[in-house]
């Protein structure tokens, strides 16, 4: 089993999930379970089967969790195969017991349903489906050879062949379906818990770059007076040390290098510092903002923001949040990627909403899969397919998962569509048969309250 790299999200990885001290209890109480039973058919009901064997068997078990408890801690992980053996001890220590007290027709055999379910939520496919093809095999030979119940008179058990092969068709079909189903859905919490892991983890960059913005903006925000000082001194050190050729050389020198630290500073922070002055900002500079690295990527980007019935004339004023920034961030990209040439991002307000459209002239999303976009791991594409069709970039794979599940966070309503034709809601009315993103916002879910103090900067916490 391969071990995935530091930060890697893979839902392939499942090693090392199942704790011994959970799998101990559970084996503890199936054997406690066990001998109940099995005291209480032959106490009480008057069942008679071979004791000896049986207790053999059950000493077995007890001695296998009692190895497990002193050759190893109870905070040990089971590897997929350690868990994998212990799956199988316990299928045939139940498969013996089931052997000696009746087979297929012994009430109990459906227990040998427990340990295929439980596995199939902790094991791969693969070791789920093995496990369940031997469980199946076992089973048949117990419907095929066992030693039948008998009771106090020495009168044998019977069951008619019809039952008998009822009994085993049952936990065939149980064996097959519980082992699909289990595995099926372990498999989509496992697919959720990490795109939603990827999902905090986009948004934990998002915020660390803003973070590491707004302190390089306000080292260069700070140092610039004493730049612009140094760099007026040195003007005048080389005005007036003309005569002396080798003080004015460095003088010069000096007032470059001031001028070098002002541009590395300059390019470095680029979003300002973080103060409430950048806490909000009107909606056309969040949607540049957030459309900033994909302008320049041969296809042009159109912003077009007008109100609506009863919005005001000037725009909305609105909360700059990282998750906002990275998920239309995250949407504009993935527009650009498939547009032909153009990419559209259009935003209307009323006084209640904030309606934004993310449309493209692009192919549009396959009708396949449109239904299911916004949903983690819904394809799986090579490498080599996705460069072909989207040049240049390198994505997660969960991009749009992460960019609706982020802008549902901030109160969005996120719809994905196809356009059918004419874009009528467009100047020109284009022909468009591209994507359509909307989202739709309560305004006063993002929107800034112009009319507060701005109050004062605040140091930047590590």
Same mark, same amino acid.
Request: neutral net charge; aromatic residues 6%.
């Given at each position: 089993?391969?071990?995935?790299?530091?930060?890697?999200?893979?839902?392939?990885?499942?090693?090392?999930?199942?704790?011994?001290?959970?799998?101990?209890?559970?084996?503890?109480?199936?054997?406690?379970?066990?001998?109940?039973?099995?005291?209480?058919?032959?106490?009480?009901?008057?069942?008679?089967?071979?004791?000896?064997?049986?207790?053999?068997?059950?000493?077995?078990?007890?001695?296998?969790?009692?190895?497990?408890?002193?050759?190893?801690?109870?905070?040990?992980?089971?590897?997929?195969?350690?868990?994998?053996?212990?799956?199988?001890?316990?299928?045939?220590?139940? %498969?013996? +017991?089931?052997? +000696?007290?009746?087979?297929?027709?012994?009430?109990?055999?459906?227990?040998?349903?427990?340990?295929?379910?439980?596995?199939?939520?902790?094991?791969?496919?693969?070791?789920?489906?093995?496990?369940?093809?031997?469980?199946?095999?076992?089973?048949?030979?117990?419907?095929?050879?066992?030693?039948?119940?008998?009771?106090?008179?020495?009168?044998?058990?019977? %069951?008619?062949?019809?039952?008998?092969?009822?009994?085993?068709?049952?936990?065939?079909? *149980?064996?097959?379906?519980?082992?699909?189903?289990?595995?099926?859905?372990?498999?989509?919490?496992?697919?959720?818990?990490?795109?939603?892991?990827?999902?905090?983890?986009?948004?934990? /960059?998002?915020?660390?770059?803003?973070?590491?913005?707004?302190?390089?903006?306000?080292?260069?925000?700070?140092?610039?007076?004493?730049?612009?000082?140094?760099?007026?001194?040195?003007?005048?050190?080389?005005?007036?040390?003309?005569?002396?050729?080798?003080?004015?050389?460095?003088?010069?020198?000096?007032?470059?290098?001031?001028?070098?630290?002002?541009?590395?500073?300059?390019?470095?922070?680029?979003?300002?510092?973080?103060?409430?002055?950048?806490?909000?900002?009107?909606?056309?500079?969040? +949607?540049?903002?957030?459309?900033?690295?994909?302008?320049?990527?041969?296809?042009?980007?159109?912003?077009?923001?007008?109100?609506?019935?009863?919005?005001?004339?000037?725009?909305?004023?609105?909360? /700059?949040?990282?998750?906002?920034?990275?998920?239309?961030?995250?949407?504009?990209?993935?527009?650009?990627?498939?547009?032909?040439?153009?990419?559209?991002?259009?935003?209307?307000?009323?006084?209640?909403?904030?309606? +934004?459209?993310?449309?493209?002239?692009?192919?549009?999303?396959?009708?396949?899969?449109?239904?299911?976009?916004?949903?983690?791991?819904?394809?799986?594409?090579?490498?080599?397919?996705?460069?072909?069709?989207?040049?240049?970039?390198?994505?997660?794979?969960?991009?749009?998962?992460?960019?609706?599940?982020?802008?549902?966070?901030?109160?969005?309503?996120?719809?994905?569509?196809?356009?059918?034709?004419?874009?009528?809601?467009?100047?020109?009315?284009?022909?468009?048969?591209?994507?359509?993103?909307?989202?739709?916002?309560?305004?006063?879910?993002?929107?800034?309250?112009?009319?507060?103090?701005? *109050?004062?900067?605040?140091?930047?916490?590590?």
């Amino acid at each position: 089993m391969t071990t995935p790299t530091f930060g890697e999200i893979s839902q392939e990885y499942r090693g090392d999930w199942v704790r011994l001290r959970t799998m101990t209890y559970i084996r503890v109480l199936a054997l406690i379970g066990q001998a109940l039973a099995l005291l209480v058919a032959h106490s009480y009901l008057g069942l008679r089967f071979d004791v000896v064997l049986v207790w053999l068997v059950m000493g077995a078990a007890a001695l296998s969790i009692l190895l497990s408890l002193l050759l190893f801690p109870q905070t040990k992980r089971l590897s997929e195969t350690e868990a994998l053996l212990t799956f199988l001890f316990d299928i045939a220590q139940l %498969v013996c +017991l089931l052997y +000696l007290t009746g087979g297929i027709t012994n009430p109990f055999s459906l227990l040998i349903l427990a340990p295929v379910s439980v596995a199939a939520m902790a094991l791969k496919p693969r070791a789920t489906y093995t496990l369940a093809a031997i469980a199946v095999v076992l089973v048949s030979l117990i419907s095929l050879t066992y030693q039948p119940l008998r009771f106090a008179d020495g009168t044998t058990l019977s %069951v008619p062949p019809i039952l008998l092969f009822g009994f085993w068709a049952a936990i065939v079909i *149980g064996i097959g379906f519980q082992t699909f189903y289990a595995q099926r859905v372990a498999a989509e919490a496992n697919s959720m818990a990490d795109a939603l892991l990827a999902a905090q983890m986009a948004l934990s /960059r998002e915020q660390k770059l803003t973070d590491l913005g707004g302190v390089v903006a306000a080292t260069a925000h700070e140092l610039g007076t004493p730049l612009a000082t140094i760099k007026l001194i040195s003007s005048e050190l080389m005005a007036e040390l003309r005569d002396q050729p080798e003080l004015a050389e460095d003088a010069r020198i000096l007032c470059e290098q001031a001028d070098r630290c002002r541009d590395i500073l300059r390019s470095m922070g680029r979003a300002g510092k973080d103060d409430t002055h950048l806490r909000r900002a009107p909606l056309q500079a969040v +949607l540049q903002e957030a459309a900033e690295p994909h302008v320049n990527r041969g296809k042009q980007v159109h912003f077009l923001l007008e109100p609506g019935p009863g919005g005001q004339a000037e725009q909305p004023l609105i909360l /700059r949040r990282p998750e906002i920034i990275h998920g239309l961030r995250n949407m504009i990209q993935n527009a650009v990627d498939f547009a032909r040439a153009d990419v559209w991002v259009q935003a209307e307000w009323t006084d209640q909403r904030l309606r +934004l459209h993310i449309r493209d002239d692009g192919p549009g999303f396959p009708p396949q899969i449109l239904r299911f976009i916004g949903e983690p791991f819904i394809r799986r594409r090579r490498e080599a397919e996705r460069q072909k069709d989207r040049p240049g970039y390198e994505g997660m794979g969960l991009g749009l998962f992460i960019a609706k599940t982020l802008l549902e966070r901030s109160g969005a309503r996120v719809k994905f569509a196809n356009h059918d034709g004419r874009a009528a809601d467009m100047p020109g009315r284009p022909k468009l048969h591209g994507a359509l993103i909307t989202l739709d916002w309560p305004l006063a879910r993002i929107l800034a309250d112009k009319d507060s103090p701005l *109050g004062r900067n605040e140091p930047l916490s590590a």
